[in-house]
């Protein structure tokens, strides 16, 4: 690796703590962005001559504060700071400085950075954007390609939702244990959102699918600051475990290729030993909920060596589990995959008709119940679930997918036509 | 003399590389190890899981309290080790700068072995286990 790509992954490592401690500093989200950006063209020029310090986000928080300081006084006309030499020259303020950081504050600075891009009124695509933006230190325009708009609409989009944290509160004090989990819950929320954003584009273009690897670094981030919270251990595995499959999911031709139809051989092992680790870790808390939940279902078709190893009875009961922690018709809609395993496609059809109101606009509903009708015989009903489909269908990859199931309608139609003559 | 060259670096940056960095690292560092492998000098050798992975027994009290994480915070991470075979101190410390020319930031802790078992792990056996326990 150059020195380049080296001083640049030690710079996006460090941003998180470091902007959530200018930030706890100046307590202006612009202003501590700002300083932050500073201290990083500083350190392109200095470390590659002198070598990256001993302490990279404490030389950038150092570096970061007094650039934001000068500039203010410069604003106000007043006395500039010493100049850029002797700021470089860190070596014996580093280590106390390092001490500092090392105690109470940089956990709930890095949380609180999190924290404040879930505001409760900003939608989920500007929490996501807002995310992509402070804490991982992506440019609007590669957040603009990842959203699939142009880069003047996003900037407005940010801007906007900076704008709306602006004005709301921002709480800066230490965070008591029972607000500092609710701010746990609602980032962990928030970093499944960025992982689902870019997991369910699937591997058509690079931006997207950036998003998910960004979204295991944050939770891994979170993890390690607080080590002992197992839904953030079942988060990260539950998001391990399905991106091990990415190389798997689509063909060449960008079409989804289903769990069952997958080359396993094609799954990412490293991800699947560390969701797996993480899951043996969580289970000893006996504390469970919902990732946890999901990330045990994802480890029961991991631990698959080929399709017909799937426990299906259990990924039954975990989704009856799930389903008293989190009702929902879409978590009753995955349960019946497993049920068709299980009891066969009529079962698990009777088990999905009620759902059809609560989930009249969702394509996943009628691709099952295509697929259920399908397996039946019963082919005129499912040419009509998958006609309605294919209207509801996000992506092209989705759409395909479900002709790919009318295609094959077709010709079992023209084959048995044929066998009657 | 065996040395242990524990491999210290900062697991934010490492766990950041793309397949295509990772990947160029880990052929640059299998030039490293090429000869160390032909002169019979490589031991064992290990790349870690992340700390999140990590759990810690503590031995201090009775009995011994489990914890989430590593043993210690610290700035950099121990991702993993090298046993090598090496002449001397100054032999050990070629080796270490070699391996940092293939693989900067971080740091190596070279570290003499004071006791040594080469294991009784089968051939083949992979970090999902031995090939025997792996079949269903």
Request: hydrophobic share 45%.
């Amino acid at each position: 690796m150059t020195d380049l790509a080296w001083i640049d992954g030690a710079l996006t490592a460090a941003r998180p703590q470091a902007v959530g401690a200018l930030l706890r500093y100046f307590r202006d989200l612009d202003l501590a962005e700002e300083a932050f950006q500073d201290a990083c063209l500083r350190a392109l020029k200095t470390w590659p001559q002198q070598g990256p310090p001993r302490d990279a986000t404490a030389w950038l928080i150092m570096v970061g504060r007094n650039a934001a300081i000068d500039q203010t006084r410069r604003r106000s006309r007043q006395t500039a700071l010493p100049d850029e030499d002797q700021l470089s020259d860190l070596d014996d303020v580093e280590a106390p400085m390092a001490e500092r950081l090392d105690t109470a504050h940089y956990r709930d600075d890095v949380l609180r950075l999190l924290f404040i891009c879930c505001h409760p009124d900003l939608p989920a695509t500007q929490q996501i954007a807002l995310a992509l933006r402070i804490v991982s230190g992506l440019s609007v325009p590669q957040i603009a390609r990842a959203f699939l708009v142009s880069e003047a609409a996003m900037e407005q989009r940010i801007t906007r939702a900076k704008g709306r944290i602006a004005k709301a509160d921002v709480p800066f004090e230490a965070p008591g244990p029972v607000e500092r989990s609710e701010r746990l819950a609602a980032v962990a929320a928030m970093i499944y959102l960025v992982f689902n954003e870019g997991y369910s584009a699937g591997a058509v273009d690079d931006e997207r699918a950036a998003l998910p690897i960004e979204a295991i670094r944050l939770a891994r981030l979170l993890l390690r600051l607080f080590p002992a919270e197992p839904e953030i251990m079942g988060l990260l595995a539950l998001m391990l475990l399905h991106h091990s499959r990415a190389a798997a999911r689509f063909d060449p031709e960008g079409q989804i290729i289903l769990m069952d139809d997958q080359d396993r051989r094609l799954w990412n092992r490293d991800m699947i030993g560390e969701g797996l680790a993480l899951i043996d870790k969580a289970i000893r808390h006996r504390r469970r909920g919902p990732y946890q939940v999901k990330a045990a279902i994802a480890a029961l078709h991991a631990r698959a060596v080929t399709p017909d190893d799937v426990d299906w009875p259990q990924i039954d009961a975990l989704y009856q589990a799930l389903e008293v922690m989190e009702p929902s018709p879409i978590v009753t809609l995955n349960r019946a995959v497993a049920v068709s395993k299980t009891r066969g496609p009529e079962a698990a059809l009777t088990m999905i008709a009620p759902l059809e109101g609560p989930l009249s606009g969702y394509f996943n509903y009628f691709g099952a119940k295509g697929a259920l009708l399908k397996q039946l015989g019963r082919a005129a009903e499912a040419r009509a679930a998958f006609d309605q489909a294919i209207s509801l269908a996000d992506t092209p990859a989705q759409a395909a997918h479900i002709r790919s199931h009318l295609d094959q309608l077709s010709r079992d139609a023209a084959a048995a036509a044929a066998a009657r003559k | 003399m065996l040395y242990a060259f524990l491999c210290y670096n900062d697991e934010d940056a490492v766990f950041s590389w793309t397949k295509e960095q990772d990947d160029a690292v880990m052929a640059k560092l299998s030039m490293v190890h090429a000869p160390l492998q032909k002169a019979g000098r490589f031991g064992p050798t290990a790349r870690l899981m992340p700390t999140t992975a990590a759990t810690t027994l503590r031995k201090n009290s009775d009995p011994p309290l489990v914890l989430d994480g590593p043993f210690a915070e610290t700035k950099e991470q121990l991702l993993g080790f090298y046993v090598i075979d090496c002449e001397n101190l100054e032999a050990a410390l070629d080796v270490a700068r070699d391996l940092a020319r293939a693989n900067p930031g971080g740091s190596y802790e070279i570290r003499p072995l004071r006791f040594f078992m080469p294991g009784t792990l089968p051939e083949g056996t992979t970090v999902a286990g031995a090939p025997e326990a792996a079949a269903p």
